[in-house]
């Protein structure tokens, strides 16, 4: 499995709240990977350490995960394919190439808070946005096929939780694991001690053993 180190602002990081803010982090990510060669995509300063997330790609995940400064680890799945030639990362969806000029049609189009649109009116938006970027018709049919998948793909959320400021006994473990966005869909699993960044790299690495519950 490979990894990048990506630096991000802290407010992209902390701002992951639903399916439209995830994506906007993805574009972010995407922006630095069009844009910046592989040793330029994470900016060491050692006496002011950035933000950063990490994108772990192998044949069965690819995922971006990272820490936030409460200690909570968070994970979403990273919807592109990636190639590494050495130099840069390069990105593509079955054929199609994702370079600068798409993740600046797709940021425009997913510029809305939320990505509640009627697919009666999804065409029309995506026209009506697109107009400014002078694409040909073959692209404009790519960035079509791009848009619809990232209005409907499984983001796939995971977060690590220490939260000492809500813990309930049983009810609200101190350490625990979120899964998925909404009140509506999410459900917690507790744990008995914390997990660091590789035990949960390690969870949702399909290529290592599975983790079991134990049920009691």
């Not at 990506?6 to 990081?13: D, P, T």
């Not at 798409?102 to 808070?113: D, N, P, V």
């Not at 079509?144 to 409907?152: A, E, G, N, R, T």
Request: proline share 3%; hydrophobic share 40%; net charge negative.
């Amino acid at each position: 499995m490979k990894s990048y180190k990506i630096s991000l602002r802290e407010k992209e990081l902390n701002s992951i709240r639903n399916n439209s803010s995830a994506v906007k982090l993805i574009f972010s990510v995407c922006s630095h990977i069009a844009n910046l060669s592989i040793a330029d995509l994470y900016f060491d300063i050692p006496t002011n350490p950035l933000p950063y997330v990490v994108l772990y790609i192998s044949d069965s995940m690819n995922r971006l995960i990272w820490e936030n400064e409460n200690r909570q680890l968070h994970s979403i799945h990273f919807p592109f394919f990636v190639s590494d030639n050495g130099s840069f990362l390069k990105l593509h969806y079955h054929g199609i190439e994702i370079d600068s000029q798409a993740i600046q049609a797709l940021t425009r189009l997913f510029i809305s808070e939320d990505l509640q649109v009627s697919f009666d009116g999804l065409f029309e938006e995506f026209l009506e946005t697109t107009k400014e970027f002078d694409l040909s018709s073959l692209r404009q049919q790519e960035i079509w096929v791009l848009y619809q998948y990232l209005c409907s793909f499984e983001v796939g959320y995971l977060r690590y939780d220490y939260d000492p400021e809500h813990e309930d006994g049983q009810r609200h473990p101190l350490h625990h694991l979120d899964i998925n966005f909404s009140n509506a869909c999410t459900y917690k699993i507790g744990l008995t001690s914390n997990m660091e960044v590789d035990a949960f790299v390690d969870l949702l690495n399909l290529e290592t053993d599975c983790k079991y519950i134990s049920l009691n």
